[in-house]
DNA sequence: CAAGTTTCATAATGATCGGTATATAATCAC
DNA sequence: GTGATTATATACCGATCATTATGAAACTTG
């Protein structure tokens, strides 16, 4: 009884990589947000035709939803790593320059799709806002938990709580994002990290 | 000779209020965003028609500028106050607590027009994007402005320039904006306002 | 009254939106 | 080869987008 794994494809076989393709569609998404992406945008950068993608990917809203797994798989991987860093104050200055780094890239969109993807919207969107809003919630969890490890470390000034310190850091990497994708440049960007780290509290 | 000033107007009388209908369009697109607030949107909020919006406003995007006006006239007037404060600390605080109250209203939606306003969008929404970038960017400009002043008078740490001190505030009120948008509490936002003036840089 | 002017309500414009029906082309198993 | 299956390309679908043409209604002036 042969494995269903190594069965060859049947029917004509497809013209494009899907992962490809995703990635295209990623960075027209992330440049243009959810609803400022026409499916005509998205079908030029991936290379195929509209039939193509419904039948690779489902829908638009599937394949942004796909697409906004490969961002955080691939481009926000750095936000999970930080939390292993041995103080608060490492996770803090992982996580600003995580996102220095990547914001300053020359050939990748500015901005992060978190970000973009969760402002206000038209009503077709907002099952999407919701999931991103969503996302960013757990993160924001798991960075508290990381802050109360430090609470209890003994690391935090005595008059902070890890979840208004979590929401603070939380907003520094918001405000670097918006600025990123609102045309900053890497020195602008560069400064309100070194600023942020300067002020960062110690006990 | 007669002055204009007083005269009768011509023709039939307007039925509604330019400046309630304008009021109303402003909580449309402060809810929605420019893309996401259609014209059947607009107008059911407004209580007007197609062609009486037309003859009133001009056409959408000047319609979403002359309400990006009222918005920032009354809304955001706080910030060019704040300014006036006694020490960089001081206007940084008047900044945080000024949108932490704006936020926190419950009547008004929530989150920054400016702030939705400058993310990624459409070709048709990037002229509204650049100008209001581009007031922001006037805003800013003020606020190291005043914040080069605080560094001559000595009010900062030696290491801490005026433009870092600044893009890292407007860091924190752009954060602060989109994590009311996407929900925050009054609580939360609080524990945000109070960690930043807790680990504000004094000298 | 009638002429002139402006706003009103209705309905239509062309363009674009996300999504598909249809037919053809390329591969498989037999 | 034939039949089954899947991907391709073209063209189309109804819905919605911002905008406006049209004509009746309401007002001032003469």
Redesign the pocket.
């Known amino acids: 009884m042969k494995l269903a794994i190594c069965s060859?494809?049947?029917?004509?076989?497809?013209?494009?990589c899907v992962d490809e393709a995703l990635a295209q569609a990623l960075r027209v998404f992330w440049s243009k947000g959810y609803e400022g992406?026409?499916?005509?945008d998205l079908t030029d950068a991936m290379g195929?035709?509209?039939?193509?993608l419904?039948?690779?990917f489902g829908?638009?809203?599937a394949l942004f939803r796909k697409a906004l797994d490969l961002y955080e798989r691939e481009k926000l991987c750095y936000m999970s790593q930080a939390l292993d860093a041995p103080t608060a104050r490492d996770v803090a200055e992982r996580l600003l320059r995580g996102a220095l780094e990547m914001q300053a890239s020359d050939c990748e969109p500015r901005g992060c799709l978190r970000v973009i993807s969760s402002v206000a919207c038209g009503v077709e969107a907002e099952s999407i806002r919701d999931e991103v809003i969503a996302r960013r919630k757990s993160s924001m969890e798991a960075l508290i938990k990381r802050f109360e490890q430090a609470e209890e470390a003994g690391e935090l000034p005595d008059h902070m709580d890890a979840e208004g310190l979590a929401a603070y850091l939380g907003a520094l990497l918001q405000g670097l994002s918006l600025q990123a994708g609102a045309g900053a440049s890497r020195e602008e960007l560069e400064r309100l990290v070194e600023t942020s780290l300067a002020v960062w509290p110690t006990r």
Do not use: D, V
């Open positions: 060859a494809p049947k029917g004509r076989p497809r013209e494009f992406a026409s499916l005509t195929i035709t509209r039939p193509s419904y039948a690779a829908n638009k809203e």
